[in-house]
């Protein structure tokens, strides 16, 4: 027994000795525990990170392609801003403009292609979006079902009456009375593009009513200078309203002045989708 407790005993300095290592190891053993669970915790961060930086990419990406989007169009109406963003060269899109001022349209994909002479990559790549009238997809042994054998006389539309509008296949009076309040909304037509876009008017029926209908070119007409226009000129513009106004205006002053149309359509509430009916009435410079 007497052995067994000889064990236990300590000098003064043995004891310190046995404390002071006792509080090394109570350190040394803390500082491991604090390092593993830093460590822990900048993996998991880093972790979250990752996980948030995969999530903003794949939105960045969708943005992308939704921006990049095209949708079915007649290439007959292409614009000079709508061929600048299909990748047309100006070149390409002169011939087509000529070809189309000559009075006549084109109805195929091959027909596109002999008349503005762009790449079979280009086409490829587009065509597929190409939305041609039904009347010209239909087969050519297909039976009409009306025959319209009367005489006309081509009529300015600005001046045709509901029944001048009614006497075109395929236009009722709902049909004649949209096309009148638009004519009315606008002060009269200014290009037969505003006639196309009445709403609901298909593009068989809209090309019966090229047949049958006019517009002259009014040559004192100018468009107005976006970059220099007022408040009061720019309110003129029928697609236009005191809110877009307003906003391009302070757009217009930040940037001191638009150099390109892109510029303009970041513009809040900028209607895209009439820009080709805008530029009938304005220009940039």
Same mark, same amino acid.
């Given at each position: 027994?007497?052995?067994?407790?000889?064990?236990?005993?300590?000098?003064?300095?043995?004891?310190?000795?046995?404390?002071?290592?006792?509080?090394?190891?109570?350190?040394?053993?803390?500082?491991?525990? #604090?390092?593993?669970?830093?460590?822990?915790?900048?993996?998991?961060?880093?972790?979250?990170?990752?996980? #948030?930086?995969?999530?903003?990419?794949?939105?960045?990406?969708?943005?992308?392609?939704?921006?990049?989007?095209? #949708?079915?169009?007649?290439?007959? #109406?292409?614009?000079?801003?709508?061929?600048?963003?299909?990748?047309?060269?100006?070149?390409?899109?002169?011939?087509?403009?000529?070809?189309?001022?000559?009075?006549? +349209?084109?109805?195929?994909?091959?027909?596109?292609?002999?008349?503005?002479?762009?790449?079979?990559? +280009?086409?490829?790549?587009?065509?597929?979006?190409?939305?041609?009238?039904?009347?010209?997809?239909?087969?050519?042994?297909?039976?009409?079902?009306?025959?319209?054998?009367?005489?006309?006389?081509?009529?300015?539309?600005?001046?045709?009456?509901?029944?001048?509008?009614?006497?075109?296949?395929?236009?009722?009076?709902?049909?004649?009375?949209?096309?009148?309040?638009?004519?009315?909304?606008?002060?009269?037509?200014?290009?037969?593009?505003?006639?196309?876009?009445?709403?609901?008017?298909?593009?068989?029926?809209?090309?019966?009513?090229?047949?049958?209908?006019?517009?002259?070119?009014?040559?004192?007409?100018?468009?107005?200078?976006?970059?220099?226009?007022?408040?009061?000129?720019?309110?003129?513009?029928?697609?236009?309203?005191?809110?877009?106004?307003?906003?391009?205006?302070?757009?217009?002053?930040?940037?001191?002045?638009?150099?390109? +149309?892109?510029?303009?359509?970041?513009?809040?509430?900028?209607?895209?989708?009439?820009?080709?009916?805008?530029?009938?009435?304005?220009?940039?410079?």
């Amino acid at each position: 027994m007497n052995q067994f407790k000889s064990l236990f005993a300590f000098t003064k300095n043995q004891l310190r000795g046995i404390f002071v290592l006792s509080i090394l190891l109570i350190i040394a053993i803390g500082f491991y525990g #604090y390092t593993k669970s830093t460590e822990s915790s900048n993996q998991l961060s880093v972790s979250r990170i990752e996980g #948030y930086q995969g999530k903003i990419d794949s939105l960045i990406a969708l943005q992308k392609r939704k921006r990049d989007t095209i #949708y079915p169009f007649n290439p007959n #109406y292409i614009t000079d801003y709508r061929g600048y963003k299909l990748g047309l060269t100006v070149e390409e899109i002169d011939r087509l403009f000529r070809f189309r001022e000559s009075g006549k +349209w084109i109805n195929s994909t091959r027909q596109f292609k002999e008349v503005t002479g762009v790449s079979d990559k +280009w086409l490829d790549s587009i065509s597929p979006f190409f939305k041609f009238p039904k009347w010209v997809t239909e087969k050519k042994n297909q039976t009409r079902t009306y025959t319209d054998k009367r005489t006309h006389v081509r009529k300015n539309i600005n001046q045709a009456t509901n029944n001048d509008l009614r006497s075109v296949y395929g236009v009722g009076p709902a049909t004649a009375k949209k096309i009148i309040n638009e004519r009315d909304r606008l002060g009269g037509f200014v290009d037969m593009l505003q006639v196309q876009s009445v709403y609901g008017l298909p593009d068989s029926t809209f090309i019966r009513i090229k047949e049958k209908f006019y517009l002259t070119n009014n040559a004192s007409r100018t468009k107005i200078a976006l970059n220099t226009a007022t408040k009061e000129e720019l309110l003129s513009i029928p697609y236009f309203n005191d809110y877009l106004v307003d906003a391009l205006i302070e757009q217009r002053t930040l940037r001191d002045g638009f150099k390109s +149309w892109d510029k303009v359509l970041l513009t809040s509430r900028f209607p895209e989708e009439k820009l080709d009916l805008i530029q009938l009435y304005l220009t940039l410079d």
